[in-house]
């Protein structure tokens, strides 16, 4: 096809030209479009993917570095560098950062590479739909930190969002609301493409029960997304008018309850923190079986228990709330059924162990990553099991120890996933392999440093240090010193993974269509780099599946 | 279907309207909140978002009307739009889940307790906030914010508005039986009783919200009975509209010779829709104005 012809194929399908004449079998031949409305006006899964990536990364800078803010303030007891304002703006900022602009937009992207190639699609299911999701993500989030520059400051009440707290923000706060529903948009527009290219886009023979675990695990996810995301657009929408428009849903004055909040933010919440972990396991269930060399050791109670964890995920809600005074029957009904859920996750954890049970095991960078997962997301889930007890939970609550918690499970959870995954398929993304050296040491030094930032708040948050504070007890100084110094030392390794990036995008030794010796599945069966447009004719799963 | 695509998916290129649907997102957002704050040209900003969207939709679904029409599309996208639609409604369905959850826990739960019922730490706030605070629903809260109001009876404008609703649905229905036998002008005329009933109903809906504002001194801000009140309604009423808006957009492409017995996405999409909005009303009909 000559170049001319290659040019073709794009307009003939540009938006309001209708040229059916064409077949639709030569037309996606051609490459991407140049320049920068290549980016914008993308519909292809592979770009878009890259798009969401990219952007996810260049948050988690930014997310880090309010992170490095609220430790360098906490390096030391009193009040040093920021004040106490702009330190709860900080606490509030990274968590809305860091779960709506990184971790979720690296799941969405991580799903726009990987899932159309894994179910052998030609792409997602609603293209047009996909791209828009993607440039929602920029807009919203230009609304959200625009807010640190307002005169009355950037949302500093917690990314819980609480009200009456929350209610007492400045003129920013309409523009916080916004921002969450904004994001909100992406997202189920999102999760509704991903669920319609599950359901729809599979090549023949490719089963529900022979699709890789990523795929069910982002399934699932996204059918949380879409059962949750409304309610959370309920919930602040409801903040909204008892701040502007005069009602009283969390006015105990007006007959509401402010507590009433916490019921039906916590109803997404809680769903919201699998939504963080659950495509995370479907990497490590793609991972270990390639570097164990043996296939994934139990894939059906993989997939039930990634099912019940999502079942469980809606009844667990007000475990976040067993200091709000709840009837005794509320408080055992959420402690029974919240430790109910470490059954499906040991379920997952013996599966991954007892995959790589006298597996041919090699540790390259993506395999560290993952057992680095496995046993740190371990950590953090036994502390949660500990958090769950809700005698135990009355001492710990909006503690130090519940930050050490959901960090074991997010920082070496979720986000150690995302870099396995990166690292696991940028073989496949760039076509070239990725500075093994580097990458070891990106792992240790991660590795290391985390500890060390996270280890020490189980112990001074027993000890009562209390979270969202800019100061604390003089006792606790040796410990938070510590945490402040892992943190610097975890921050700054991160730019190691951004040269590592950069460095295989830019060249290296070429990489093969199978990348990794033992690595199973439809992606696998593609050049690296993956061509601009894969599996235009379905392509035959025989040989090629993960099971 | 035949189209020369039959074999392989329509993945379109070059897609220019969702960042104008973006842009226009934020224009609206933005100029939503700074009007909210009575910050300078807020308002102005928001129309202007509203506009940029109303455009955005205007050419995206213009965009995707033309290539049905011309036969670009398969059966297996079709299916993707069907699916897409269904999963949009369940998460319309999970937003009014949302502010029937707040009606629920604030009558079963934090009302009474509010009242001194529940035992245990319950009476505490009633106690010692709220004392002699007597709770019984239709409630303003211990602060009668809003002051003395009128509860919204059920016999009314509400049950007409009921019937109104259900009979569309039946219309909506015969319609859909119209297009597919391939009776399109059929389609047309039941569609158009289907829309006029809707829009009777907001028109019934804005009525009974004057008469609640003026007759009842029922508000927005009359606790938490006007707010649950005029939220769930309100909410399901702009669903109405954009139900109804949905439903004329299928009017006059039947009168433009669109759909087929066999090709009509849009047609049941917006049904689905309605019906949506349909089965709402009745649950805010039981647990609004009747309970």
Request: hydrophobic residues 50%; neutral net charge.
């Amino acid at each position: 096809m000559s170049a001319d012809n290659a040019h073709d194929g794009v307009t003939h399908h540009a938006p309001g030209d209708h040229a059916p004449e064409h077949g639709h079998g030569d037309h996606d031949e051609h490459g991407p479009a140049s320049g920068m409305m290549r980016w914008i006006t993308t519909t292809n899964h592979k770009d878009i993917g890259s798009l969401y990536l990219w952007f996810s990364l260049i948050m988690f800078f930014i997310g880090g570095a309010m992170a490095l803010v609220i430790r360098a303030e906490l390096f030391q007891p009193g009040i040093q560098i920021v004040d106490p304002m702009f330190f709860n703006s900080m606490t509030t900022m990274h968590a809305l950062v860091m779960i709506f602009g990184v971790v979720m937009p690296a799941f969405v992207g991580l799903a726009n590479w990987m899932i159309p190639m894994m179910i052998g699609a030609p792409d997602m299911a609603l293209p047009r739909l996909n791209n828009w999701s993607f440039w929602i993500m920029p807009f919203a989030f230009a609304i959200l930190l625009s807010t640190l520059f307002m005169d009355s400051g950037g949302p500093a009440g917690g990314w819980t969002l609480y009200p009456p707290l929350s209610l007492q923000m400045g003129d920013s706060f309409a523009f916080v609301i916004f921002a969450i529903h904004f994001m909100g948009i992406s997202s189920v527009m999102g999760s509704i493409n991903i669920v319609a290219t599950i359901f729809n886009m599979r090549a023949p023979g490719v089963t529900f029960m022979k699709m890789p675990m990523f795929v069910w695990t982002w399934l699932i996810t996204a059918y949380l997304l879409i059962a949750t995301i409304p309610v959370l657009a309920g919930a602040v929408t409801m903040l909204l008018t008892d701040r502007y428009f005069g009602t009283s849903f969390f006015s105990a004055a007006g007959g509401g309850d402010p507590v009433m909040f916490q019921h039906i933010f916590w109803f997404f919440g809680h769903p919201e923190v699998y939504i963080l972990i659950l495509p995370a396991f479907g990497i490590i269930s793609s991972i270990i079986p390639t570097f164990a060399r043996k296939p994934l050791f139990g894939y059906d109670s993989m997939v039930y228990a990634t099912a019940s964890i999502a079942f469980l995920s809606f009844i667990v809600w007000a475990h976040h709330m067993f200091t709000t005074g709840m009837p005794l029957a509320g408080s055992l009904f959420f402690m029974m059924s919240t430790m109910l859920i470490s059954v499906p996750t040991g379920v997952k954890v013996f599966n991954w162990v007892a995959t790589m049970w006298r597996g041919a095991m090699t540790f390259e960078t993506p395999m560290l990553f993952a057992i680095g997962f496995v046993i740190m997301f371990t950590i953090g889930g036994l502390s949660g099991l500990m958090l769950a007890i809700t005698p135990a939970d009355i001492q710990y609550h909006d503690t130090y120890f519940v930050v050490a918690h959901f960090h074991y499970v997010l920082v070496p959870g979720a986000i150690y996933s995302i870099m396995a995954a990166t690292y696991y398929w940028l073989p496949k993304w760039t076509g070239n392999m990725y500075d093994e050296t580097l990458g070891k040491w990106h792992f240790w030094i991660s590795t290391v440093f985390v500890n060390v930032l996270f280890f020490p708040m189980h112990f001074v948050g027993l000890a009562g240090m209390n979270r969202r504070i800019p100061d604390y007890s003089l006792q606790f100084a040796d410990w938070n010193m510590v945490a402040s110094i892992g943190a610097f030392g975890f921050g700054f390794s991160q730019l190691l993974f951004v040269w590592i990036v950069i460095k295989c995008v830019r060249g290296g030794k070429k990489a093969t269509a199978e990348v990794w010796e033992g690595a199973r599945g439809l992606e696998w069966t593609v050049p690296s780099p993956a061509p601009y447009h894969t599996f235009e004719t379905a392509p035959d799963i025989t040989k090629h599946m993960v099971r | 279907m035949s189209s020369p695509s039959a074999d392989a998916y329509y993945v379109p290129h070059a897609a220019r309207w969702p960042i104008v649907g973006s842009i226009g997102l934020f224009v609206f957002f933005w100029g939503f909140a700074n009007w909210l704050n009575d910050r300078p040209l807020g308002k102005e900003t928001f129309f202007l978002g509203v506009i940029v969207l109303v455009v955005m939709m205007f050419g995206w679904f213009g965009t995707v009307i033309r290539e049905s029409e011309s036969g670009t599309y398969n059966g297996q996208v079709d299916t993707s739009f069907r699916m897409c639609m269904m999963w949009f409604i369940f998460s319309e369905v999970m937003f009014f889940a949302a502010f029937f959850g707040a009606l629920f826990y604030a009558r079963v739960f934090s009302g009474p307790w509010l009242g001194g019922d529940g035992g245990g730490g319950a009476g505490v706030t009633n106690e010692v906030l709220y004392q002699g605070f007597n709770y019984v629903w239709p409630s303003n809260g211990p602060d009668r914010i809003g002051g003395e109001f009128m509860q919204m009876g059920w016999f009314g404008l509400p049950l007409i508005n009921t019937l109104l609703l259900l009979t569309s649905g039946l219309t909506c229905t015969f319609a859909h039986h119209a297009i597919r036998h391939g009776e399109r002008k059929k389609m047309v005329k039941w569609l158009a009783a289907t829309c006029a009933l809707g829009f009777i109903f907001v028109g019934l809906q804005a009525y009974e919200y004057y008469h609640a504002y003026h007759g009842l001194n029922l508000k927005m801000s009359s606790g938490i009975y006007g707010s649950t009140f005029f939220m769930l309604t309100g909410f399901h009423g702009f669903h109405v509209t954009m139900g109804a808006i949905m439903l004329l957009v299928v009017m006059f492409r039947g009168m433009k010779s669109h759909f087929t017995a066999n090709n009509h996405f849009a047609f049941e999409a917006a049904a689905w829709y309605w019906h949506f909005v349909d089965v709402v009303w009745l649950g805010l009909f039981v647990f609004v104005y009747l309970l």
